[in-house]
Structure formats: structure tokens, C-alpha cells
């Protein structure tokens, strides 16, 4: 994983990557803990119904999963917190179509990275709201 200069410029379908904010890497992105890598999806409109929002889509799909963290654990009262002795794995997995929940007026609140040209998110399994996979009905 090799990180770019910061003054590279990086056209892409209109998206000029020169700021500081994004990282432009090029190779392969190893999430660790419960982190998922997200490539974001156009949205798809309805010509039944008419829905307005201001921000970008938080729909996408998984490119690269953690394997999983062990939880937090609190007494009563939360005065301690110590980690749990139990492994919960991550629940979703490469391919899945996933709900993330979150972003600001500017635009999302996750770390936005460019890997090898195309804009990606890196969130939490916590912000998924929900997730579907490939295959699967909806209903």
C-alpha cells in the first residue's frame, strides 16, 4: 500500500481528488477490527415516488470486510468498561448491498479514501443500518 503525493491531481468523472482529506492509494486496503471498505452507488430514483435529500447516496456495496472485534463490556452502573472475552465476527461480506446510516450536510461522515481511481468509504459494521445480499428476495 503506497500513498500517493498529495499535489497528484486525479480526474475522475468529475471528481477532483486534490484535496487533503482524501488519500489516493494504490494496491491493496486490508480493513482491521469490524471496518468495512464501501464503494458508493449512484441512486436509483423512482418514477412513483418523488423523495428530496440533501447529501450524498449512503447506499453501496462491500468491497473488503474486517474480520470482527471483541465488543465492550460495561458493569451497571457504565463506570467500567473492559473488553469481552467473546469473538463476534462480522456479519456482513463482500458483494452485499449495504444501508449506511449518516452523513452531514458537506457530505458523508466517513473517511473517504480513492482506491485505484474510484472513491471509497470506510465505516463501521455499527453505521450499517441494514444490508442485502446478491440473490436474495427483499422482501
Given at each position: 500500500m503506497i500513498a500517493a503525493p498529495r499535489n497528484l491531481p486525479v480526474k475522475k468523472e468529475g471528481l477532483d481528488v486534490t484535496?487533503?482529506?482524501i488519500d489516493i492509494l494504490y494496491g491493496r486496503l486490508r480493513m482491521l477490527g469490524d471496518r468495512i471498505l464501501v464503494r458508493p452507488m449512484d441512486?436509483?430514483?423512482?418514477?412513483?415516488?418523488?423523495?428530496?435529500?440533501?447529501?450524498?447516496?449512503?447506499?453501496?456495496?462491500?468491497v473488503e470486510v474486517g474480520p470482527g472485534e471483541y465488543p465492550n463490556r460495561?458493569?451497571?452502573?457504565?463506570?467500567?468498561?473492559?473488553?469481552?472475552?467473546v469473538f463476534r465476527p462480522t456479519e456482513v461480506r463482500k458483494g452485499d448491498l449495504v444501508e449506511l446510516g449518516g452523513f452531514d450536510i458537506r457530505g458523508y461522515a466517513f473517511p473517504r479514501i480513492v482506491l485505484n481511481g474510484v472513491e471509497h468509504l470506510i465505516a463501521s459494521e455499527k453505521d450499517v443500518c441494514g444490508y442485502t445480499r446478491p440473490g436474495e428476495s427483499v422482501c
Amino acid at each position: 500500500m503506497i500513498a500517493a503525493p498529495r499535489n497528484l491531481p486525479v480526474k475522475k468523472e468529475g471528481l477532483d481528488v486534490t484535496e487533503s482529506k482524501i488519500d489516493i492509494l494504490y494496491g491493496r486496503l486490508r480493513m482491521l477490527g469490524d471496518r468495512i471498505l464501501v464503494r458508493p452507488m449512484d441512486p436509483k430514483l423512482s418514477d412513483v415516488i418523488v423523495a428530496f435529500w440533501h447529501g450524498k447516496p449512503v447506499r453501496g456495496e462491500v468491497v473488503e470486510v474486517g474480520p470482527g472485534e471483541y465488543p465492550n463490556r460495561y458493569n451497571r452502573d457504565r463506570s467500567k468498561v473492559w473488553k469481552s472475552k467473546v469473538f463476534r465476527p462480522t456479519e456482513v461480506r463482500k458483494g452485499d448491498l449495504v444501508e449506511l446510516g449518516g452523513f452531514d450536510i458537506r457530505g458523508y461522515a466517513f473517511p473517504r479514501i480513492v482506491l485505484n481511481g474510484v472513491e471509497h468509504l470506510i465505516a463501521s459494521e455499527k453505521d450499517v443500518c441494514g444490508y442485502t445480499r446478491p440473490g436474495e428476495s427483499v422482501c
